[in-house]
Structure formats: C-alpha cells, structure tokens
C-alpha cells in the first residue's frame, strides 16, 4: 500500500510518544513491479510504476531530522476504486492472472463519477497537511519541500497540486519521473535527493505526503537538524536533472485547508 511508509511513521512517532520502553523503531518498504502479473507502464491510470526500496530508523535520540507533526485521514468510501466491480477474495489469497486496475477504475468511474472522487480525494489530502501544519505551528509557505507520491503529471496535479495549491517547483516531479511510482518509497527516496544534493540545510522544514490505496492520507512535517557530508555519495542516478526551475518557498499558495483527522506534536 502506497501509504504504508509515511503513515507508519505517523503509526511509530505515536507509539514512541506513549511507549517508555521503546526506544527506536526501523520501518522498510520495498516495491516490484513487472509483468505478467502488473505491468510497469500498462497496469494503472496516469501512474508509471518503478521498483526500489527504503528504510528509517525512528528513535529518541537527535538524528537527520526531527518530526514536528502528523496527521493521518481515511475515506474508506473510496475503497472500490480499486476493486471495481470485482469480489473481495479471502484473506491470504490473490487472484491469478494480471491485475486490471484500469479496469476496475473504470468500473468505479462509471458509477460514481469522477468530480465525485476527485471531491473527497481533495478533502483528504487538504485534511491531513492542514492539521499537521497547524500542529507544527507552520504555514505553507514555510515548508522548503512538499514530497508527494510520483504520479503522472495529469493525475498528480488532479490528486495534489491542484487541490494544495502549491507549485510542482516545491516536489520532486521531475525526480519521479525517472524512477516512477515506488508505491510506499517514493517520499523516503525523494528525500535522498535534496539531503545529497544540497537543497536542505539544517532549519528547513519538509512535508512528506503518502496516499493509499483504500483510501488514506498521510501528512509528516519533518525538521532537518543534519546534513552529513557522507550524504553526497547516496543520491540516486538520474539520466535526466532531477528538478525544473527554482522557486522561493514564498512563492507557495496560501490555501485555506478543510476537514477533520486526528493530528499530534511528535517528541
């Protein structure tokens, strides 16, 4: 699930909040893709899939960054975008064959419209980056980067920019493009980029955004407290430059959020 990384950093900060006896917590996600069963380009919609991996590790002590907030959102509403008019199988199973998402996107499209998914998409992500910047005490225009899943151009300026107001000069879009959508890893490895590539330093305050299947969003406000020099050497190969051209913070749009979701301040 594509939110499975950025939500459970929201899952673990909690439960090191509540939790004396845990003292770090490593989260990892890893994600391939690739024919028969889901084809890299043909399985889905405005989505290019590509396969990689990542892993935190989320502790007490000062570290890379510091998580000032999160906040999570579920419309499970939206569940059968991606059934469609398929069955539920039992758990533990997984049905033969290719995966039709395209087709049961359509199936769910046909019957409900798309203003009526885009609407609680909407919701959903304004939801969640509304209350975990409140909650980090922060406006929009004082975030250096907004990491968002690498969608395509249509569907990520439908799902996210659009809908967040904000410029594609403040995401990695240009990065995702290369490496494709990396279901939960593509926040974690987008924040290899900026981290070697000098575009944060220490102060700078990033949001790293997760969506999932089902539905769910996921907002993580994070401070950068460190960038190593060792940093350099991990920057992902590009064929291609990884971002278009730049921008200030300031040039973020102010947007008036809404919605309701459970947010908390993160030790």
């Not at 992500?125 to 509304?130: A, D, S, Y």
């Not at 190969?237 to 908390?264: H, K, M, N, V």
Request: net charge neutral; aromatic share 4%; hydrophobic share 35%.
């Amino acid at each position: 699930m594509s939110n499975s990384l950025v939500g459970g950093i929201d899952l673990a900060a909690r439960i090191l909040s509540g939790s004396s006896d845990v003292d770090h917590l490593m989260l990892n996600g890893g994600e391939v893709s690739g024919p028969p069963a889901f084809d890299h380009l043909s399985a889905d919609h405005g989505i290019a899939y590509g396969d990689g991996g990542s892993a935190l590790v989320l502790g007490r002590r000062p570290g890379l960054a510091r998580i000032l907030s999160t906040s999570s959102y579920t419309d499970p509403s939206l569940e059968q975008l991606h059934r469609g008019n398929h069955r539920f199988l039992p758990a533990g199973t997984t049905e033969p064959g290719p995966e039709r998402v395209r087709e049961r996107k359509r199936q769910y499209v046909s019957a409900v419209g798309t203003g009526s998914i885009n609407t609680r998409n909407t919701h959903g992500i304004r939801t969640v980056v509304k209350h975990a910047l409140a909650d980090a005490e922060l406006t929009a225009d004082q975030l250096a980067w907004i990491l968002l899943p690498h969608y395509g151009h249509q569907l990520l300026n439908a799902h996210c920019l659009r809908p967040l107001g904000i410029n594609a000069e403040h995401t990695l879009r240009d990065a995702g493009n290369q490496s494709g959508h990396l279901g939960p890893n593509d926040q974690l490895v987008g924040l290899t980029h900026p981290l070697a590539r000098d575009a944060v330093q220490p102060g700078d305050r990033v949001a790293l955004v997760g969506i999932g299947i089902g539905m769910t969003w996921t907002a993580a406000i994070i401070r950068i407290d460190c960038v190593p020099v060792a940093m350099r050497a991990q920057a992902p190969p590009l064929s291609l430059p990884w971002r278009g051209a730049t921008a200030s913070p300031s040039d973020l749009a102010q947007t008036t959020f809404a919605g309701q979701t459970t947010a908390s301040r993160q030790p």
